[in-house]
């Protein structure tokens, strides 16, 4: 590490997550970096964002692109079934690793990646972009103490009809799961950077596909990000994975949380954190409309009191929606040894034991503790 000039910089994957956010994210850091190359195994993709970006260099060959290019940071961002194999290619090509989440579908898989991180001396860093701004600001008022000991969490994002559409997310062979996968790795994440990264005791859960392999109309309407990719075509009747997807995990610390992640389920949609201690609450809606998305729940005396702290959610890293600016800038600096990362291996792999736990509880329709996935 040390301070570098300029990182030369490579993406493997020029997908939706590639355009959106990796490589503009990297371009907001002017001459800190320079991305040299893009590799994708849809030569059209790659084609695209070449052009689109200015990108010197385009593989179809990801292994072709990280032994000519000898890149020092590599994004990988293809889906989730390949990123153990493209992660340790890039680190044993001497790069350092931004691999998308969830890094890998079970721990065995992800403690290899970190081990071969350690072999090459390079780091390896999850993409836990929501980590940054107002999930920062949800941690500040937690670790202040002022909600005692947190006993009691919901997690939540339901969407009535959201299937994402333009990749494989519905695919089980090439992404494992569904929005657990999607968005509840996230969710479990930020609460788990939230409360100091409780141990994983067991996870009681159920996985459902009821409406997005039978519904033409269950897909995610089209933003006006689809410009910076290239699509893959939808068929609802390839879905394959869960489209809603719930349950209970307990933690050492007397805690246990609730989740719900849907994709496709016939209620109203939700989305945030519920967070409950012995001296208050946290809820922080990411859902409010015209109300401030943050609220805390304590008492004065005999009086009920809700709180609105005075934080402006839209500036501390709601850039550009996902927050991915943020956290290359942050690794970045980490790079240049200004900062200390703050996603750790330990939480990464608590957030895919709690995945595989899941998704076994799934499977084997009852709790699983930790000790049945494996070992630390
Ligand atoms: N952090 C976030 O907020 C966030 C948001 C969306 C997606 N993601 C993650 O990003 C990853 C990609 O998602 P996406 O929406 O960009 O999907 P996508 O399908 O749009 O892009 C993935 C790209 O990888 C390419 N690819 C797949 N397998 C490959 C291989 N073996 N070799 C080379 N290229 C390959 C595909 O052709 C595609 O262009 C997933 O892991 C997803 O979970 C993260």
């Not at 509840?184 to 990264?197: E, P, Q, T």
């Not at 410009?227 to 610390?253: I, K, N, T, W």
């Not at 600016?325 to 034991?353: F, P, Q, W, Y």
Request: aromatic share 8%.
């Amino acid at each position: 590490m040390g301070n570098r000039d300029t990182y030369r910089v490579a993406i493997i994957g020029a997908g939706f997550i590639a355009g959106t956010a990796h490589i503009p994210a990297y371009l907001g850091l002017g001459k800190r970096v320079e991305i040299v190359a893009v590799a994708d195994n849809r030569e059209e993709a790659c084609i695209h964002a070449a052009k689109l970006f200015q990108i010197p260099n385009y593989y179809t060959d990801p292994q072709q692109m990280l032994d000519e290019c000898k890149p020092d940071l590599v994004s990988v961002c293809t889906a989730n079934k390949t990123h153990k194999q493209w992660t340790i290619a890039a680190l044993r090509a001497g790069a350092h690793v931004l691999c998308e989440k969830p890094i890998a579908l079970n721990l065995q898989d992800a403690r290899e990646m970190y081990e071969e991180a350690d072999k090459a001396g390079r780091m390896l860093i999850a993409c836990q972009n929501n980590r940054m701004g107002a999930i920062q600001a949800v941690k500040d008022l937690v670790d202040s103490g002022r909600l005692g000991d947190i006993y009691f969490a919901e997690i939540e994002n339901v969407r009535r009809r959201g299937v994402p559409t333009w990749g494989q997310f519905h695919l089980a062979k090439e992404n494992g799961g569904g929005p657990f996968c999607d968005v509840g790795v996230h969710y479990v994440d930020a609460l788990m950077f939230i409360l100091g990264n409780p141990k994983l005791i067991s996870v009681s859960g159920k996985t459902w596909t009821k409406i997005a392999n039978a519904d033409p109309n269950a897909g995610k309407s089209k933003t006006g990000t689809n410009l910076q990719y290239v699509p893959r075509a939808y068929d609802y009747r390839e879905f394959a994975v869960e489209d809603h997807a719930a349950g209970s995990m307990r933690f050492e610390g007397d805690l246990l949380v609730n989740f719900k992640f849907s994709w496709a389920l016939n209620l109203p949609p939700v989305d945030g954190y519920r967070i409950a201690g012995t001296e208050g609450g946290l809820v922080y809606n990411k859902k409010a409309q015209g109300d401030h998305p943050i609220a805390i729940y304590t008492s004065m005396n005999q009086y009920q009191a809700d709180t609105v702290p005075d934080i402006d959610i839209a500036k501390p890293g709601a850039v550009k929606g996902v927050g991915h600016d943020l956290l290359i800038e942050h690794i970045i600096d980490v790079l240049d040894g200004k900062e200390e990362c703050i996603i750790k291996r330990e939480e990464v792999l608590n957030v895919v034991a709690v995945m595989e736990a899941f998704y076994l509880s799934g499977k084997l329709n009852r709790e699983v503790l930790f000790e049945e996935i494996s070992q630390f």
